[in-house]
């Protein structure tokens, strides 16, 4: 029935927590357990093999032979997915309500008009032995809801606006063709929010306001070395690919709306004082560019 693709990479000090709290789901139906490790070379490929081998439960385990990064590793558990529904968790994270999988499961079965449903998720941050925080914007917020808003009923305008879904929430119909993501030129960071924007086009997502995962906010996660300027530039990307889309064009009022706050947040970050003039200026002329755009879509509305 459901396919939980569990992604790793140098997790060893996670991965028994994020594996133990998937096995412990209690379900009327069988689901399945795909590993996609990025070419681990801390121990947590050890880590894994132990559960393959002590679990009743079907765990496959897909090994990249070279550092492919998170979302291509996550593609790969994909297309091996047999299940009717699919979830991907990272394995530095986790879930803590053991109902969770047949809650959303018996909403798709009920809902065919939702392509998928999510649930709010708890944030836990941590510090290295260093005192070494994580560098992420939502600062110490407690959970997702606290600065995303979410409604029951969860559209692609709503995903479009930079609503951040945590990864180990989603559960979704299983055959959609993710391959054009990949095929876009997009930089790997935000690509999470335009696998979800690709999922949700032409349908709606269901939104269930209890935090059943936990994601582990850690200063070694993967999105925590680069800049705030790298993941603007990213969705500036991903933006402007929407506009090539059959589908997003009817929302490209938004999408340029989108476009200039992100252009606006580059100018206003103060990483921006060491970028050289000619980018500067440029990022202004875009930001300007976008709001024209903006209002001229509104003006022949």
Not at 62 to 85: F, M
Not at 258 to 267: D, R, T, V, W
């Amino acid at each position: 029935m459901v396919s939980v693709v569990i992604i790793s990479y140098n997790q060893k000090n996670f991965i028994a927590k994020t594996i133990e709290s998937v096995l412990s789901q209690k379900t009327n139906f069988e689901y399945e357990i795909i590993m996609t490790d990025d070419h681990s070379s801390d121990g947590t490929i050890e880590i894994i093999k132990i559960f393959q081998a002590k679990s009743k439960h079907n765990i496959s385990l897909i090994e990249s032979k070279t550092n492919v990064g998170p979302y291509r590793n996550g593609l790969q558990g994909y297309k091996c997915a047999k299940g009717k529904y699919v979830i991907w968790i990272d394995g530095d994270d986790y879930w803590d309500f053991e109902t969770k999988l047949q809650i959303q499961t018996d909403f798709l079965e009920a809902h065919n008009d939702y392509v998928g449903c999510f649930h709010d998720a708890r944030i836990i941050h941590k510090v290295d032995t260093s005192g070494r925080s994580s560098n992420q914007s939502q600062g110490e917020f407690k959970l997702y809801s606290q600065f995303n808003e979410y409604r029951s009923e969860f559209s692609p305008w709503h995903l479009l606006k930079r609503n951040l879904i945590p990864t180990a929430s989603l559960l979704f119909r299983n055959g959609i063709n993710l391959e054009n993501i990949f095929a876009s030129k997009n930089d790997e960071l935000s690509l999470n929010w335009a696998l979800q924007l690709s999922i949700i086009k032409n349908n709606k997502f269901k939104y269930f306001n209890e935090p059943w995962s936990v994601y582990n906010d850690h200063p070694n996660g993967i999105s925590k070395t680069r800049s705030l300027l790298d993941f603007k530039k990213a969705n500036i990307n991903i933006l402007q690919n929407l506009l090539l889309d059959v589908f997003y064009k009817g929302l490209a009022r938004d999408i340029y709306e989108c476009m200039a706050n992100e252009y606006l947040q580059i100018l206003l970050a103060p990483e921006i004082k060491n970028c050289n003039s000619i980018f500067i200026k440029d990022t202004k002329t875009n930001y300007l560019q976008a709001c024209r755009n903006t209002v001229n879509l509104i003006n022949s509305t």
